[in-house]
């Protein structure tokens, strides 16, 4: 996913780039197209964009075990300075480009932000009520009587 820094001015540019993720070479979860918004700050110095990639991603949810899908958003900034003098090497978000390069490719970078932002925690809706630990049933459909016999077992003995 590229663009070319020398079809525009300097100043400030919007752009929005989009590519599959099998063209990305980008794994589960994600699937469908990245959209990705990019605001280009050009000047003679320097490229800086600040993006905000769009894309589907499906999980499983931890509680029901059912799939889901969820639209997971990414912003990130990058920096490309065309001296190398000017690269920080404490902030890796700002990166050397050689200056007769023009295509300015975010594959990489997009890749990495979007693999960061897969959650820990995969839970198809905040309340998911998860599988009945007796019975298996997933509490979201339907409702089972373990706990209500469990209840029923108690009072007997
Ligand atoms: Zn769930
Ligand atoms: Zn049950």
Redo the contacts with the bound molecule.
């Keep these: 996913m590229f663009f070319k820094y020398t079809d525009f001015t300097d100043g400030l540019h919007q752009i929005q780039l989009k590519k599959s993720v099998t063209d990305l070479d980008i794994g589960m979860p994600f699937v469908g197209d990245v959209i990705v918004n990019c605001n280009i700050d050009k000047s003679v110095r320097q490229i800086v964009l600040h993006c905000e990639a769009e894309c589907n991603a499906e999980f499983t949810c931890d509680r029901c075990n059912d799939k889901y899908e969820e639209t997971l958003i990414v912003e990130f900034t990058l920096i490309k300075v065309f001296n190398s003098n000017n690269v920080d090497p404490n902030d890796s978000s700002v990166e050397y480009h050689p200056p007769e390069v023009a295509k300015v490719d975010i594959s990489k970078d997009l890749k990495e932000f979007m693999s960061l932002s897969v959650p820990m925690k995969k839970l198809c809706s905040e309340d998911c009520k998860g599988l009945?630990v007796?019975?298996?049933?997933n509490l979201n459909y339907e409702k089972?009587?373990?706990?209500l016999n469990a209840a029923n077992e108690f009072e007997k003995s």
């Design positions: 009945c007796h019975c298996g049933a089972c009587n373990c706990e």
